[in-house]
């Protein structure tokens, strides 16, 4: 069984940084893209950043330029740079790995964590 365990969630005032991680285990053989996800209430799921085992990013437009993803590769590990935070960031975030293999030969899953809260106070 895979599981994804986020941490680095909080509350930080405008303009300010956040930083979260996001670790996977479990029998893990291989992960193709993690990333992050955001729901805010009222509003869908949507992408914020991720990032390929072979280093490739996408940035949602909302936080190119103030958020950076990252990834251990070795360590099953994301992380999630937030700086000059804004109040619209505000939302649970969302740990994802897609095409999860836990041996060469096994079928490929999507992974989802349980989300940590991001509060930008104004």
């Known amino acids: 069984q895979v599981q994804l365990v986020e941490s680095g969630g909080g509350l930080v005032q405008v303009g300010g940084s956040l930083r979260l991680s996001c670790a996977a285990s479990?029998?893990?053989?291989?992960?193709?893209?993690m990333g992050w996800h955001r729901q805010a209430p009222g509003k869908q799921r949507e992408l914020v950043a991720a990032?390929?085992?072979?280093?490739?990013?996408n940035y949602a437009d909302s936080v190119k330029g103030r958020f950076t993803i990252s990834r251990d590769n070795a360590k099953n590990t994301v992380l999630l740079q937030m700086n000059s935070l804004k109040p619209e960031d505000t939302a649970v975030y969302y740990c994802?790995?897609?095409?999860?293999?836990?041996?060469?030969?096994?079928?490929?899953?999507?992974?989802w964590g349980q989300g940590t809260q991001v509060t930008v106070s104004s």
């Open positions: 990032i390929t085992s072979g280093g490739s990013t």
């Open positions: 479990g029998s893990i053989f291989s992960i193709n893209a």
């Open positions: 994802n790995a897609d095409d999860v293999m836990i041996d060469p030969e096994s079928y490929e899953y999507d992974y």
